[in-house]
T-cell receptor, first 113, second 117 residues
Framework: DGGITQSPKYLFRKEGQNVTLSCEQN?????MYWYRQDPGQGLRLIYY???????QKGDIAEGYSVSREKKESFPLTVTSAQKNPTAFYLC????????????FGSGTQLSVL | AQKVTQAQTEISVVEKEDVTLDCVYE???????LFWYKQPPSGELVFLIR??????QNEISGRYSWNFQKSTSSFNFTITASQVVDSAVYFC??????????????FGSGTRLSIQP
């Protein structure tokens, strides 16, 4: 089945540690996105990529980094510079048709130890 | 500036009741798209509907219906004869017209719907 796979489902970060969240898609989509979801809030865009080897900052990119070396993969690193990393992280993808709908992964819950 | 307001934080109804989720939006664009997504307990958001600003016809899909009114900047979502499986968080979203990616999509804060058996 085509879809988006995020791993791990739960992740714990120690003080000063960088952690990487995985996102893989087999939908052959060019565009991929990372969102952060906090309780009672909508989704906020962290980074997005429209094509391999290119990505752009979203609304809350500080303390995060990404790479897009393959079309299928868009990993997100939460760096030690992100002081409030506890949140639910969602990866999404879409085609490049105008205003196309998003397909989402099942998310990663990141918590601080 | 664009904004999406879902004033209902949580709604709880008994199974088989009808329920309406409100969505009010703000935009200066004359053309735009509106979306509804469902987030079940499993976590992933699932697309429900996309509507462009030119089309104010109401839409029905099974037990789901959507009422789009430009005059009041609202795009409300009604579930008829609710079922326990409808329990989820529902997000309304807004996107300016013509974007080839979703970087400009604005999400509301979501409404948590609980259907009691």
């Amino acid at each position: 089945d085509g879809g988006i796979t995020q791993s791990p489902k739960y992740l714990f970060r120690k003080e000063g540690q960088n952690v990487t969240l995985s996102c893989e898609q087999n939908l052959n989509h060019d565009a991929m996105y990372w969102y952060r979801q906090d309780p009672g809030q909508g989704l906020r865009l962290i980074y997005y990529s429209q094509i391999v080897n290119d990505f752009q900052k979203g609304d809350i990119a500080e303390g995060y980094s990404v790479s897009r070396e393959k079309k299928e993969s868009f990993p997100l690193t939460v760096t030690s510079a992100q002081k409030n990393p506890t949140a639910f992280y969602l990866c999404a993808s879409s085609g490049t048709v105008t205003n196309e709908k998003l397909f989402f992964g099942s998310g990663t819950q990141l918590s601080v130890l | 500036a664009q904004k999406v307001t879902q004033a209902q934080t949580e709604i709880s109804v008994v199974e088989k009741e009808d329920v309406t989720l409100d969505c009010v939006y703000e935009t200066r664009d004359t053309t735009y798209y509106l979306f509804w997504y469902k987030q079940p307990p499993s976590g992933e958001l699932v697309f429900l509907i996309r509507r462009n600003s030119f089309d104010e016809q109401n839409e029905i899909s099974g037990r789901y219906s959507w009422n789009f009114q430009k005059s009041t900047s609202s795009f409300n979502f009604t579930i008829t004869a609710s079922q326990v499986v409808d329990s989820a968080v529902y997000f309304c979203a807004l996107s300016g017209f013509g974007y080839s990616n979703a970087s400009k999509i604005i999400f509301g804060s979501g409404t948590r719907l609980s259907i009691q058996p």
